[in-house]
């Protein structure tokens, strides 16, 4: 149904082209036009009133010339063609409008962006990287669409040289908007060396990334990570700590990590300073439940589950009724204790049954951390759910 209205809109556009065209023609010949030309839009109308598109268009684009008029209508068929999947039809729509010399220079990027659109989708990479490199830094209105273009499919290939290269080549206006982006692919290099274990060339990546994007969290993840590789606690405690002026609904991704750090350098005094600091200004479970660990050490299994109690009655939470419960099944005994593992378990599954992470942009959710949407593709929207069933 969609199909059939966009193409009575096409039919509608490429009539307008076809009296356009024509006018043009008696114009510059002085005669009236071919009848061939008017029996062919007739021909396509009879089949669109049958509901035969395919043929319709077919007659439609014959009875047509493409000129700087119609040229829009041939992009928007070819766009059409393109999401029905016709690739090869798609491509050659677009080809033909690029051989016409008649475009204007701004028709004439468009169609070379869509073309290059329809070789990505058609998986012909190299193509579409040529035509794209070759409009990149043109002034006109799509010039953030055809640098998203040629960044999406150096992400698909995962080529995050050429992508960091392109956007650093990129000058004025152009050069702006892109920085968290950029210190996404350098995260990406990061993480690359340190599966090969090349801690020093991690490090590089990391600080370029915190010089390109202030914000980026997940730069101060890694340099915890790594620098709790290398053994230098000190400084990943100071990274991480970053998270809480940077985003703190991250918090919680750090919390395991600091454990570890301060647990090296010896300091429960840092860690607890640190964790009533996020409980105060940014709670979550996952503080909560780290205080918890930090309170049995120090004073006890019953004052740290004091403490989770009252933390539910201030901030009710899934993970929280979870924490308390494991609490008390290590101090129960017999038939308590049965009754409690009955309830850990009912509990557990529901909070198994729950997404971690959402994307703020599109609402994808699901369990794993993904810096970059799997749906809509944007960079570092997506961010643990908080509230009663998440943080
Ligand atoms: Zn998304």
Redesign the pocket.
């Known amino acids: 149904m969609l199909d059939l209205a966009l193409f009575i809109l096409i039919f509608v556009s490429l009539g307008i082209g076809y009296l356009i065209g024509r006018r043009e023609r008696v114009r510059r010949s002085g005669h009236r036009s071919s009848d061939q030309l008017s029996s062919e839009y007739f021909v396509g109308l009879n089949y669109l009133l049958n509901e035969q598109t395919d043929e319709a268009i077919e007659s439609f684009i014959k009875a047509l010339e493409i000129n700087s008029d119609t040229a829009e209508t041939f992009m928007v068929l070819g766009r059409l063609f393109r999401q029905r999947g016709e690739l090869d039809r798609a491509i050659q729509t677009h080809q033909d409008l690029l051989a016409r010399p008649s475009l204007t220079r701004e028709q004439m990027l468009d169609v070379q962006l869509e073309l290059a659109r329809d070789y990505k989708k058609a998986g012909l990479f190299d193509r579409a990287e040529t035509l794209l490199l070759d409009i990149v830094r043109q002034q006109w209105p799509g010039w953030r669409e055809s640098i998203q273009t040629l960044l999406s499919i150096y992400e698909r290939e995962k080529e995050w040289d050429k992508a960091i290269q392109l956007v650093g080549s990129l000058k004025g206006v152009q050069a702006s908007g892109f920085e968290s982006q950029r210190s996404h692919y350098l995260c990406e290099l990061a993480e690359q060396a340190l599966r090969e274990s090349d801690v020093l060339s991690a490090r590089r990546y990391l600080r370029q990334a915190a010089r390109s994007s202030f914000e980026n969290v997940r730069v101060s993840l890694l340099q915890g990570q790594v620098e709790l590789k290398i053994d230098n606690p000190k400084d990943a405690v100071k990274a991480l700590e970053r998270i809480v002026d940077q985003d703190r609904s991250f918090i919680p991704e750090s919390v395991g990590l600091l454990e570890e750090g301060y647990g090296r350098l010896r300091s429960q005094r840092g860690l607890s300073t640190y964790l009533g600091r996020c409980l105060r200004e940014a709670p979550s479970a996952a503080v909560v439940m780290a205080s918890a660990r930090l309170i049995a050490q120090q004073q006890g299994e019953k004052e740290a589950g004091r403490f989770v109690a009252e933390q539910i009655v201030k901030r009710p939470s899934l993970k929280g009724l979870n924490s308390l419960i494991d609490i008390h099944l290590q101090m129960a005994e017999g038939r308590a204790r049965q009754n409690l593992m009955m309830l850990r378990d009912l509990t557990g599954r529901l909070e198994h049954s729950k997404p971690v992470y959402r ?1 703020g ?4 959710d699901g369990k794993e951390l993904h810096w970059q ?1 799997p ?2 593709h ?1 960079w570092g ?2 961010r643990p759910i908080m509230g009663l069933e998440g943080e």
């Open positions: 994307c942009q599109c609402g994808f949407c749906r809509c944007e929207s997506t």
